[in-house]
């Protein structure tokens, strides 16, 4: 007769832990990425926003250089 190294009882609340484990990790992975991608469209935009500014400015200071 062969045994096995575990129920399946056990071995079914074994791999219910694991799938537990992991989809807790890829969550928090999940969440972090997404966090990051925020950061970094938040910063392309702060970014977009001063060389508006910065273009709007140097207009002005041409057009007054002509006048």
């Known amino acids: 007769m062969l045994t096995a190294p575990q129920s399946g009882e056990e ?3 074994s791999l ?3 799938a537990t484990r992991k989809r807790r990790a890829v969550g928090r992975k999940s969440r972090d990425a997404w966090m ?3 950061d970094e469209l938040r910063g392309a935009r702060q ?3 001063r060389r508006k500014v910065r273009r ?3 207009r002005e200071q041409e057009s007054a ?3």
């Open 11 to 13: 071995t079914r609340a």
């Open 16 to 18: 219910r832990r694991f």
């Open 36 to 38: 990051d991608l925020r």
């Open 47 to 49: 970014a977009l926003r």
């Open 56 to 58: 709007a400015l140097q």
């Open 65 to 67: 250089a002509f006048d």
